[in-house]
């Protein structure tokens, strides 16, 4: 089975602290993504990477920026912690086939990550 | 821009009856299509996805969700449900014309299930 881990389950930090969500997968798959899940929002693209050292950013990257050393390990910084970054954060990661308008592919989520700056 | 609806926030079903959970979409061109479920403090599972094959597309638990180009719609049914599928679904296309599977999701919709 896949799996995302996602390291830490729940964090309460201290607002301007530097924070650091790490996201790892097992499955040697290319895309990595950050989503933010707020009640009535939905799941929010944060930033995603496509390879090592890649990395493009979302709908709401505000405030937020990666970091994508390994293929497996994909992290989340929070530069400076702010009350509006309480959330529940999620990792997923996917495989790119080689044909590049195949878009059948499965995202696999991690468990989440639940942040409550204070 | 692709985006999805789903309309209704929490959907209230007894036990053993059919469970409908409603999703339009909007798309510039033909959209994949996903729904998701989440069940309490997890993270999100695949449920099935419609990649323009059939129509009609079964997923895991009994679930099932029709493609209707003509409605814009992909809902999400089950003909009977049980207690266990009380969680939070998601529907969700697939943004951009790359391999890089960004998908936009909509709001959610919690199922509530009674005995």
């Known amino acids: 089975d896949v799996k995302v881990t996602q390291s830490s389950r729940y964090l309460v930090k201290r607002t301007g602290e530097k924070v650091f969500l790490e996201c790892v997968q097992d499955?040697?798959?290319?895309?990595m993504f950050w989503y933010r899940q707020d009640p009535g929002l939905g799941l929010r693209l944060i930033y995603f990477?496509?390879?090592?050292?890649?990395?493009e950013k979302g709908d709401i990257p505000e405030g937020y920026s990666v970091s994508r050393e390994k293929k497996e390990r994909f992290s989340l910084i929070l530069e400076s912690a702010s009350t509006n970054q309480t959330s529940m954060y999620l990792c997923?990661?996917?495989?790119?086939?080689?044909?590049?308008?195949?878009?059948?592919?499965?995202?696999?989520f991690g468990e989440g990550s639940w942040l409550t700056v204070v | 821009a692709q985006s999805v609806t789903q309309l209704g926030s929490h959907v209230s079903v007894s036990e053993g009856a059919l469970v409908l959970l409603r999703c339009n979409y909007s798309?510039?061109?033909?959209?994949?299509l996903f729904w998701y479920v989440q069940y309490p403090n997890q993270g999100l599972q695949l449920l099935l996805k419609?990649?323009?094959?059939?129509?009609l597309v079964k997923g895991i638990n009994g679930f099932e969700a029709e493609f209707k180009k003509s409605e814009t719609s992909f809902h999400l049914t089950k003909p009977s449900a049980h207690m266990s599928d009380a969680a939070e679904y998601f529907c969700?296309?697939?943004?951009?014309?790359?391999?890089?599977?960004?998908?936009?999701f909509g709001t959610g919709t919690r199922l509530l299930v009674s005995p």
């Open positions: 997923a990661s996917s495989p790119i086939r080689t044909s590049g308008l195949d878009r059948r592919n499965t995202i696999y």
């Open positions: 499955m040697d798959h290319e895309n």
């Open positions: 990477s496509y390879d090592v050292k890649m990395k």
């Open positions: 798309s510039s061109v033909p959209p994949y």
């Open positions: 419609y990649t323009s094959a059939a129509t």
């Open positions: 969700a296309v697939s943004k951009g014309n790359t391999g890089f599977q960004k998908l936009v």
